[in-house]
């Protein structure tokens, strides 16, 4: 349809300038007669006939530029409208796509990259389905029509007329060129600035307490120097289009006026026709002029096209091979698994193998760096293990529904992240979507089991308080117990607990573990901790070094041993 319109309004457009002939003619041959009937009494028949016919003519010019502008404005309100649904469905494609792939590609990539190439790298391929193939289509069909009618009237001034084309297109041809190098590097470089931005940003805090502002300042103004003058090199570029480009109308009229005026000589054409091929020529120079912009916008919708599919391209390393709805009953094994971080090749696990029944609680212990919550990644499939197998409820995770999976499994992780979001939604996030939504009671209760209810009431909008970015206005503590009440509130059949209350004091630990004591019964239960009085009264406990079981048995068995489990806990008993 938008076709069409541009077609349509370009027929519209070539009549003014028929009229305009038209009216050059009879205004020369009237004045002809007009001065032969000099001293007659039909002088002033001749001059009111004159007057009447530019009237109109005018009449004819108004109509037809209304007509021409309400094609004008369907044109554009149709593909202008067509480029904005398809930025509509590209953003969510990218972004759908976004939530399939998984742990590893946003740990390979920055955020700030991430977030230009949903942003300004689809905005630029919108003004290429828009604005840029609107212009170009313009332009075929306005030269078409126009260049018929031109040879039409006279093909010889025709081609004098067009003669600066051919340089044009070459100069277009090389410099187009180096504006799809320029613009990859641009956006490269605006990649860096929003990467840099976003991570300052996000370490605010760190920044603050190191005192290091204005080495920041200064580092993201040398990658604004370094986009600066990217762009500028681009712009320098790009502004080459525009001094080829204005002196083709230029040198066209000049053309025109002077061959056209030999035609009139010879008699092959009228003063009309000259006037016709100058408005002619008007009616290209934006269009042409157009060209350098236009071009400009098709490169660096290939440059952001080009980044775009990168990522549309990216396949999930983690993907759902059964579709089937599982139960998850919470039988847990490993055999001799290995895992190795793609990322950086460096060996997490080495040969661990356990077992953990139904209802059953295992404790992982560990020194910083062991491996305890690369086994917890793997139990979530957040990543599949390099050899050796991971089997839930006897059969290979990879073989489980990993939607089912994953809402049957309740995890608090190490890094606590929470949304900017109140306090209610960030506990109530695990029953999102479900079709039976949690109340405000069953949110107090999973909050009084995470001891945090009796702080969520001391706020003064109480659970409906707005926490912000990342939960940066609770304590480390409140963050921790929230999201413990997150997990629990699921009700899943199985629970785990990374090292989830690293940032709460004793009591307060003590009383969380009493309340989890009574909800783990019929759960199976994994607790990560470096905190041996978190996970004494686990059922089995296993202790990890350097990603290998060294020691595994109940409290009692593992501090009978005389190993490093009983010296760490001591240690500990010291220290408390």
């Known amino acids: 349809m938008g076709v069409l319109f541009i077609i349509c309004a370009n027929w519209f457009n070539l009549y003014p300038a028929k009229i305009f002939r038209s009216s050059i003619d009879i205004v020369i041959e009237t004045l002809n007669t007009y001065n032969l009937l000099e001293d007659s009494d039909f002088q002033k028949q001749v001059y009111e006939d004159l007057v009447k016919s530019l009237v109109f003519l005018g009449i004819a010019l ?71 193939i609107m212009y ?24 004098y007329i067009l003669l600066p084309l051919p340089i044009m297109s070459i100069a277009i041809y090389y410099v187009s060129r180096l504006i799809n190098i320029k613009s990859e590097r641009v956006q490269k470089q605006l990649s860096k600035i929003f990467s840099l931005s976003q991570e300052t940003f996000s370490g605010i805090r760190v920044i603050k307490a190191y005192n290091k502002s204005n080495a920041t300042i200064e580092n993201f103004n040398l990658e604004a120097e370094n986009y600066r003058s990217t762009a500028m090199s681009l712009v320098k ?32 054409i009228t003063y009309g026709n000259i006037g016709e091929f100058v408005i002619y020529i008007n009616l290209l120079t934006w269009p042409v002029a157009s060209l350098g912009w236009v071009t400009s916008l098709i490169q660096r919708a290939i440059a952001s096209q080009k980044r775009i599919n990168e990522f549309l391209k ?23 698994v290995q895992f190795v971080y793609p990322e950086s090749g460096i060996e997490a696990l080495s040969d661990i193998s356990f077992k953990i029944n139904p209802g059953e609680t295992l404790a992982i212990v560990g020194k910083t760096g062991s491996g305890k919550s690369t086994i917890v990644q793997l139990l979530n499939r957040l990543y599949d293990c390099s050899s050796g197998t991971i089997l839930i409820d006897h059969t290979p995770i990879q073989k489980i529904n ?28 695990g029953t999102f979507g479900n079709e039976s939504k949690s109340n405000q009671k069953e949110i107090e209760w999973a909050a009084n089991q995470a001891a945090v209810h009796h702080n969520i009431k001391g706020f003064t909008k109480g659970y409906e308080t707005v926490v912000g970015e990342r939960g940066i206005t609770l304590s480390g503590g409140q963050k921790q117990r929230v999201s413990i009440a997150r ?8 629970l785990i607990f990374d090292d989830c209350l690293s940032a709460v004091d004793t009591e307060t630990e003590e009383k969380i573990l009493k309340n989890l ?35 595994e048995g109940t409290h009692d068995e593992l501090c009978a041993v005389n190993g490093k489990y009983k010296n760490l806990y001591q240690k500990q008993l010291i220290e408390e």
């Open 62 to 132: 108004f109509a037809l530029a209304l007509i021409k502008g309400v094609f004008t404005f369907f044109m554009r309100y149709t593909i202008i409208m067509v480029s904005r649904f398809i930025e509509f469905d590209l953003k969510n494609d990218i972004y759908n796509h976004y939530q399939q792939l998984d742990t590893s590609f946003y740990k390979e990539n920055k955020t700030g990259d991430i977030m230009n190439r949903i942003g300004d790298d689809v905005s630029k391929v919108r003004m290429y389905l828009g604005p840029s």
């Open 136 to 159: 170009l289509i313009n332009l075929i069909v306005l030269f078409t029509l126009v260049i018929t009618t031109m040879v039409s009237i006279n093909a010889e001034l025709s081609v």
């Open 237 to 268: 570029t790009e502004s080459l289009f525009h001094p080829v480009i204005l002196f083709l109308p230029v040198l066209s009229t000049l053309i025109t006026i002077y061959i056209g005026g030999l035609e009139v000589i010879k008699g092959s």
């Open 314 to 336: 990216t396949t999930p390393k983690i993907t759902n091979t059964c579709t089937k709805e599982t139960a998850i009953q919470g039988l847990i094994e490993f055999k001799n």
């Open 402 to 429: 990993l939607d089912n999976l994953r809402n049957q499994t309740g995890c608090v992780p190490q890094e606590v992240f929470l949304f900017s979001d109140t306090i209610a939604n960030n506990i109530s996030f």
């Open 487 to 494: 997990a629990l509130l699921k009700n899943p059949n199985i």
């Open 517 to 551: 004591k009574e909800i783990m019964i019929d759960k199976t239960t994994i607790l990560v901790s470096h905190r041996i009085s978190s996970i004494k009264h686990a059922d089995h406990i296993i202790m990890i070094e350097d990603g290998r079981i060294i020691e």
